[in-house]
């Protein structure tokens, strides 16, 4: 299984990018898709997951109100819309992919991952 993300760049305070990610392979059978970003000297943070399984998804508070996450189940593809982005929001952004047990915020819930893509926001 592979995860392919698309969608990274630069933006100044404020603006929008949309991020996509396609899981490719014909072995795909994780029940959630998730993003999660990881700044420069930071660890890895959870931002976004959607399930395959129910119609939920979850944000972390930092981004409510702000980004959206969608899930395409049949082509097994999420997007991040990310709208009024903050200089806070820039980071390497991953999609990843897994069955969770116990939650959805874990990196360690997900077994699948994308090889990450650059968000940048600065004016």
């Known amino acids: 299984v592979q995860l392919k993300e698309s969608g990274g760049g630069w933006v100044q305070p404020g603006g929008s990018l949309r991020l996509s990610c396609a899981a490719l392979?014909?072995?795909?059978?994780?029940?959630?898709m998730a993003w999660f970003r990881q700044a420069p000297g930071k660890e890895r943070q959870f931002v976004a997951a959607?399930?395959?399984?129910?119609?939920?998804?979850f944000l972390h508070d930092f981004v409510k109100g702000r980004f959206v996450i969608s899930r395409i189940s049949a082509n097994n593809m999420i997007t991040l819309q990310m709208n009024n982005l903050k200089p806070e929001d820039t980071a390497v952004y991953y999609c990843a992919a897994g069955s969770p047990d116990t939650s959805f915020y874990a990196v360690r819930e997900y077994d699948y991952w994308g090889q990450g893509t650059q968000v940048t926001v600065s004016s």
């Open positions: 392979g014909t072995a795909f059978n994780s029940n959630a």
């Open positions: 959607a399930s395959k399984t129910t119609p939920n998804t």
